[in-house]
């Protein structure tokens, strides 16, 4: 496994088992946040995952659970971007998505590219949905937001 140790992935679910899928799916040395809870007026009765889900994701490398029941999506998000101090890029993830086929060293490349103000270049990965990167400048809010779009066979940014 590359060290990519500038990314992480921040996650919002409830109670959802294909977050295991994606968790899968990003290199071990991707430091991923996973934000448990059930979101706000949702109405289901727990408050946090079934406990069974919860241990299968504390038992993946370099994984952190957040408990943060009650709170809107918007919010939820928050709580892993407070998170991202040491980190240079954020992957926000639903936990529904998950990367299909990459190549991760280009995909880092281009993101580093991008970072240093090179913004025409091109990378192709293949996503369930969409991802959002977010890169940081040691501020405690966004510097930039790149969203990226599932297009057929590939992921253009």
């Not at 994984?63 to 971007?81: G, Q, S």
Request: with cysteine; glycine share 4%; aromatic share 16%.
């Amino acid at each position: 496994d590359e060290n990519y140790g500038n990314f992480a992935a921040g996650i919002c679910f409830y109670d959802d088992p294909s977050v295991l899928r994606l968790l899968d799916s990003l290199p071990e040395s991707v430091c991923k946040i996973v934000v448990d809870g059930r979101f706000k007026l949702s109405g289901f009765e727990n408050k946090l995952s079934d406990e069974s889900l919860r241990e299968k994701i504390r038992q993946r490398k370099n994984t952190i659970l957040v408990d943060a029941p009650d709170l809107h999506e918007h919010t939820k998000r928050n709580v892993f971007l407070k998170m991202m101090d040491e980190f240079r890029y954020c992957l926000v993830l639903d936990s529904e998505e998950f990367v299909m086929e990459s190549d991760w060293p280009a995909f880092v490349s281009n993101c580093e590219k991008l970072d240093e103000g090179i913004y025409q270049v091109h990378y192709y990965m293949y996503f369930h949905i969409y991802i959002e990167i977010v890169f940081f400048d040691k501020l405690p809010y966004l510097l930039i937001l790149i969203y990226l779009f599932h297009f057929l066979n590939n992921l253009i940014y």
